[in-house]
């Protein structure tokens, strides 16, 4: 019986076959397979006939059985092109979970060979641990971070333009693989090829081979003047110099000429000019880059790769420049020129200039910061900490300042017993609060007492530069007159508030309400380069409920809702012990909520920005009555302050109903004066006779501990919560 299914070859097979085996290629081999097959030789014998595997043997003859001879024509090997594009190699080894990042993995997914894979790895660098990943680019980068600085596109030309940042001493070259955002960086995939070629939707897509280097580009919309391709050149370049003043900067043409002018335009911004490796298109390039840089930077890049595929999707020219990236761990701010030289160790995941050692140092500071004064013995019993451990970690925090002894207690047995509590000068933290109106620095201390204040109308100039000028000099201003112990010592560094949104991994202020000069603003990039310190952004709401948290220690060391009353109204959430930020760090969008739960909303669908959740507006005159504005004009409609503190008690009941806490802290700048109490008793009275689990629980609605400078005490409070409170999970 054969080994293999086979047929007789009918006559004009039989010639086709015949001469196939006579003459050359692999084609020759297969048609004697058939030929000796057609004889009944089984497989063994023909195998050893002409020097080749059975399994070989077998498998020709089954395609002639079931193809004829069309199943022997020359065919590539299923999964294996002759050219694989290395930017989809990198895009999808770093969007793989960890488990599918192996060559093997890589290889099925794209349909080439392992070895492809781990070749176009190679080339890139990644997964090296000594460097980090890089394009290999002509002429090559030097060993850096590499991150998407800016991206220029108009009809004749594409152009990336890169930013390096050299390795970091003691830093890892390269850090773990973080899975860049899968659905962000497709949108700029899918806007990139459209506009590559925006009228051609059925093109084949350019991210799976190299395109030529003459692609069409899109035609210009009408009614939009445009630059000459070289003049438009030079303005971007220009523009992204002033953003990255000292950045190591490389252009990249993924599209049109490369040598017209470029040359010297690069010469001028101090750019270097490169060319796209031969092996990836336009789009995989993009794609790649993006996404290294995405890997590295991972929970700002959603909003930036966001904010790039919008430009892509609009119409051509696009000129689109990052904000600078914050500096690393470790890595002092270039160009600082401020007061304070300390810088956060590297590697540390906050702003924590002391060395706490441990979990369980935290727990310690945590315990002693909410008693105010304890004995070691009420420490282990509260933490359920062994004695030993607590006397080792007590001695420890002794000398090296962060806690003090007091008098000892006398007991009735044994020896007294010694009170430790936190010193209130171990630490010290910068706050600044952005208002619309007023910037507010205060500089305090570990206690939240506050060591140094300044206030200052904000500059009416309508330049960003102007007013980030005129923020960092009130910080500096603050800092000059504390003690030199404080500065060099003691000081961990610069908290910033500002309304929100705000990115608070880059430090970017996006777009806040009634301060459309600081939008998309990388503040915390731009204060680097006057302060040599660590700077966390933050926003107000968020902030306010951190400082209530630190100050109120025992009267605040449960869950609580704080809502902040400033230039709007917002909401910071303490829950299970730490401060509640939400995936992209701006939970706490209070007005919304209001509107929504009045049914108040816009005609387009969104909800409206009601005047009763802004306190600005109005000020009180009486109970009920008309209201003043700042200059003694009554405004057209203004809402009354019970009616704004009746529309706020809704919202916070929507707010208990959610996350069932028994705590709501009413604070900020317009919880002042009789109007404060009417604020207390429409919420406390909203959250109390509505919710649904009213018989289970009563809420408490309590005034803030800080009024006035609530955002600004929080922002320097949120230097102390990075640096002393007990969390398994440390936010960046």
């Not at 070259?173 to 090829?193: E, K, Q, S, Y």
């Not at 914050?326 to 002391?354: H, V």
């Amino acid at each position: 019986m054969p080994d293999a299914p086979s047929r007789p070859p009918a006559e004009a097979e039989l010639d086709v076959l015949r001469r196939w085996a006579a003459g050359p290629g692999p084609r020759a081999l297969r048609a004697s397979i058939v030929l000796q097959a057609a004889l009944g030789r089984h497989n063994s014998e023909i195998a050893r006939s002409l020097g080749v595997s059975r399994q070989t043997v077998a498998t020709w003859r089954q395609r002639y059985a079931a193809e004829g001879t069309a199943g022997l024509a020359g065919r590539p090997q299923s999964g294996r092109p002759g050219v694989v594009d290395e930017g989809d190699v990198v895009t999808e080894t770093l969007l793989a979970p960890p488990d599918r990042r192996s060559s093997r993995s890589v290889g099925r997914l794209l349909g080439c060979s392992h070895t492809a894979v781990a070749a176009a790895r190679r080339r890139w660098h990644l997964g090296q641990a000594d460097r980090s990943p890089l394009p290999p680019l002509t002429p090559a980068l030097a060993d850096g971070e590499v991150w998407v600085a800016g991206v220029h596109h108009d009809t004749s030309r594409t152009l990336v333009l890169l930013a390096l940042r050299q390795p970091v001493p003691g830093r890892p070259a390269a850090g773990p693989v973080v899975r860049p955002p899968t659905d962000a960086l497709a949108a700029v995939a899918a806007a990139f090829t459209h506009a590559l070629d925006p009228h051609d939707h059925a093109a084949p897509d350019d991210s799976r081979g190299p395109a030529p280097a003459a692609a069409a580009g899109p035609s210009r919309p009408q009614g939009r003047p445009a630059a000459e391709p070289d003049q438009a050149v030079s303005v971007f370049l220009a523009a992204a110099r002033r953003s990255h003043p000292r950045a190591d900067l490389h252009l990249v043409v993924l599209r049109g000429p490369a040598a017209e002018g470029l040359d010297e335009l690069c010469r001028r911004a101090r750019v270097t000019l490169h060319q796209p490796p031969e092996r990836t298109g336009p789009v995989s390039f993009l794609r790649a880059v993006l996404a290294l840089d995405a890997s590295r930077h991972p929970s700002s890049s959603a909003r930036v790769l966001l904010d790039l595929a919008a430009d892509l999707d609009g119409p051509a020219p696009v000129r689109w420049i990052r904000e600078p990236l914050p500096a690393a761990p470790g890595e002092s701010p270039p160009g600082a020129a401020g007061p304070l030289r300390a810088a956060a160790p590297a590697g540390s995941g906050g702003a924590n200039q002391i060395d706490l050692g441990s979990f369980n140092e935290c727990v310690v500071i945590e315990t002693v910061r909410l008693a105010g004064s304890i004995t070691r013995g009420e420490i282990a019993d509260r933490t359920r900490l062994t004695q030993q451990s607590v006397s080792r970690i007590a001695r420890s925090l002794l000398d090296r300042g962060l806690l003090v002894e007091e008098r000892r207690q006398h007991s009735t047995v044994g020896k007294p017993r010694g009170l430790v509590r936190l010193r209130d000068d171990a630490a010290h933290a910068l706050g600044i609060h952005i208002d619309p109106e007023v910037l507010t620095a205060v500089l305090v201390d570990l206690s939240g007492r506050i060591v140094a204040r300044r206030v200052e109308k904000i500059t009416p100039e309508p330049r960003p530069g102007a007013v980030v000028a005129q923020i960092a000099a009130l910080g500096e201003a603050v800092l000059a007159n504390t003690g030199q112990a404080v500065r060099e010592n003691s000081f961990l560094g610069l908290g910033v508030v500002v309304p929100g949104p705000v990115d608070t991994v880059s430090g970017t202020v996006l777009d806040p309400p009634l301060m459309g000069v600081l939008k998309d603003v990388p503040l915390r990039s731009l204060l680097e380069q006057r302060f040599s310190c660590p700077i966390l952004v933050e926003k107000d709401s968020t902030a306010a409920a951190v400082g209530e948290r630190w100050i109120g220690r025992e009267s605040r060391a449960r869950d609580f809702v704080y809502l902040y009353l400033g230039t709007g109204v917002g909401a910071g959430l303490i829950l299970n012990g730490d401060i509640y930020r939400g995936l992209t760090a701006n939970a706490g969008e209070f007005g919304q909520l209001c509107a929504v739960t009045l049914g108040r909303v816009e005609p387009s669908g969104r909800p409206e920005v009601l005047p009763e959740c802004n306190p600005a507006r109005h000020v009180l005159t009486r109970a009920d009555g008309p209201r003043a504005g700042a200059a003694g004009q009554v405004p057209k409609d203004p809402p009354t302050v019970r009616e704004a503190a009746r529309a706020i008690g809704r919202g916070a009941l929507a707010l208990i109903d959610l996350l069932d806490v028994g705590l709501v802290v009413v604070g900020g700048p317009f919880c002042t004066g009789p109007a404060a109490d009417i604020y207390l008793t429409e919420i406390e009275r909203a959250v109390n006779d509505f919710p649904t689990a009213r018989r289970l629980r009563r809420v408490h609605v309590e005034r803030s501990v800080s009024i006035h400078e609530a955002a600004a005490v929080g922002a320097a409070s949120t230097l102390f919560h990075a640096a002393f409170t007990p969390r398994l999970r440390r936010h960046p």
